[in-house]
């Protein structure tokens, strides 16, 4: 007599079905994710008012350094680190680096065992967003409290701090006046306006990860997977890196410069990021693939020239690699010379080859 077939009932079936679109959902996330950079993952919680971003990798700062420090680490050694990361252009694009020693020794975190950081800057305000691992972020909360910082009331989720509070404990950088904490994706947020702070955090519609800008978005996308890196909106990029921050002798001469290599095209997003093993990625983005094919070659062109607003040539700072137009997007390798610091040279302007 042949065996019988189980039928399954109809809430069985679709209970599986469940489990298994779910899994699948989960497994595609999990595929998708794969490839997406810290520095991504970073821009995707960028306020939308962010002009000017500065990110750090401090989980690939200390493996470039071969350090081994952790949240329980005597303060001299993190001071050591910090000397060797700055030794090579590793810390600065931070705003820790002053705090690191105290908040290693109050805080519960700092460059020792934060993943990663973004210090977002814009006109309405400013936020430091770090990344710390796996639940160290529930340990915050008693530190914070023990410092004398006001404990969040109600719906509010900040804490609230003072110039005399972060004075007392010592060198303290602004922007750790009043903090956030989302323990459930491992973040600590701060700022130095409690009121800007709030309105990234709280509320039906907060300002968290509303950035939504296409050139930025593919600029970023283009930088490798940096340990350290500068990144501009186009506006930002135009303003901060223009060559009309020169003295009028070096504006001439990039004018000149610039009509010889055959003009440039404003940028719609900028970013500048210090790969893993020392060269420097560029990538700008233009409005189209036809302003970028353009670009390329009189870019390349003037990041082998001189290098009015700097001083000297580009070729004492960097030797010049591949010079590329992907889609909408210049880039341009950059391998520093011994004892160049172009990430911190480079990201402030003028800039001649990021002039708009």
């Given at each position: 007599?042949?065996?019988?077939?189980?039928v399954l009932?109809?809430?069985?079936?679709?209970?599986?079905?469940?489990?298994?679109?779910?899994?699948?959902?989960?497994?595609?996330?999990?595929?998708?994710?794969?490839?997406t950079?810290d520095l991504?993952?970073?821009?995707?919680?960028?306020?939308?008012d962010?002009e000017?971003?500065?990110?750090?990798?401090?989980?690939?700062?200390?493996?470039?350094?071969?350090?081994?420090?952790d949240a329980?680490?005597?303060?001299?050694e993190?001071a050591?680190?910090?000397?060797?990361?700055?030794?090579?252009?590793?810390?600065a694009?931070?705003?820790?680096?002053?705090?690191?020693?105290?908040?290693?020794?109050?805080?519960g975190?700092?460059?020792?065992?934060v993943?990663?950081?973004?210090?977002?800057?814009?006109?309405?305000?400013?936020v430091?967003?770090?990344?710390?691992?796996?639940?160290?972020?529930?340990g915050?909360a008693?530190?914070?409290?023990?410092?004398?910082?006001?404990?969040?009331?109600?719906e509010?989720?900040?804490?609230?701090?003072?110039?005399?509070?972060?004075?007392?404990?010592?060198?303290?950088?602004?922007?750790?006046?009043?903090?956030a904490?989302d323990?459930?994706?491992?973040?600590?947020?701060?700022?130095d306006?409690?009121?800007?702070l709030?309105?990234?955090?709280e509320?039906?519609?907060?300002?968290?990860?509303?950035?939504?800008?296409?050139?930025?978005?593919?600029?970023?996308?283009h930088?490798?997977?940096?340990?350290?890196a500068?990144?501009?909106?186009?506006?930002?990029?135009?303003?901060?890196l223009?060559?009309?921050?020169?003295?009028?002798?070096?504006?001439?001469?990039a004018?000149?410069?610039?009509?010889e290599a055959?003009g440039v095209?404003?940028?719609?997003?900028?970013?500048?990021g210090?790969?893993?093993?020392?060269d420097v990625r560029?990538?700008?983005?233009?409005?189209?693939?036809?302003?970028?094919?353009?670009?390329?070659?009189?870019?390349?062109?003037l990041a082998a020239?001189?290098?009015?607003?700097?001083?000297?040539?580009?070729?004492?700072?960097?030797?010049?690699?591949?010079?590329?137009?992907?889609?909408?997007?210049?880039?341009?390798?950059?391998?520093?010379?011994?004892?160049?610091?172009?990430l911190?040279?480079?990201?402030?302007?003028?800039?001649?080859?990021?002039?708009c």
């Amino acid at each position: 007599m042949p065996a019988r077939r189980k039928v399954l009932g109809p809430v069985v079936a679709l209970l599986i079905v469940a489990v298994l679109t779910l899994g699948a959902v989960a497994g595609w996330r999990w595929w998708t994710g794969r490839d997406t950079t810290d520095l991504q993952r970073a821009m995707a919680l960028a306020p939308a008012d962010g002009e000017r971003f500065s990110f750090t990798d401090w989980a690939g700062v200390r493996a470039e350094l071969d350090s081994d420090l952790d949240a329980d680490s005597p303060t001299d050694e993190v001071a050591a680190m910090l000397s060797e990361a700055f030794d090579a252009d590793l810390g600065a694009t931070s705003a820790l680096v002053q705090s690191a020693e105290v908040l290693q020794a109050r805080f519960g975190f700092s460059p020792a065992s934060v993943e990663w950081e973004l210090f977002s800057q814009g006109a309405a305000g400013a936020v430091v967003i770090l990344r710390l691992p796996d639940d160290a972020v529930e340990g915050v909360a008693d530190r914070l409290a023990h410092l004398g910082y006001d404990e969040p009331a109600g719906e509010t989720d900040v804490w609230t701090g003072s110039d005399t509070l972060l004075a007392g404990l010592g060198s303290v950088t602004p922007e750790l006046t009043h903090l956030a904490l989302d323990a459930d994706r491992g973040l600590v947020l701060g700022s130095d306006n409690a009121d800007y702070l709030r309105g990234l955090v709280e509320g039906d519609d907060p300002g968290l990860g509303r950035l939504d800008d296409d050139g930025l978005d593919a600029a970023v996308d283009h930088a490798g997977e940096p340990v350290a890196a500068a990144v501009y909106t186009g506006d930002h990029a135009c303003g901060a890196l223009a060559m009309s921050q020169a003295d009028p002798a070096d504006a001439a001469e990039a004018d000149r410069l610039v009509d010889e290599a055959g003009g440039v095209h404003p940028l719609t997003g900028f970013a500048m990021g210090l790969q893993p093993g020392g060269d420097v990625r560029v990538a700008m983005a233009l409005e189209d693939g036809d302003r970028a094919r353009a670009d390329a070659d009189a870019r390349a062109t003037l990041a082998a020239g001189p290098a009015p607003g700097q001083g000297g040539e580009f070729a004492d700072r960097f030797a010049l690699g591949r010079v590329a137009a992907e889609g909408d997007v210049v880039t341009m390798d950059l391998e520093p010379a011994p004892g160049s610091y172009v990430l911190s040279d480079l990201s402030t302007g003028p800039v001649l080859f990021a002039t708009c």
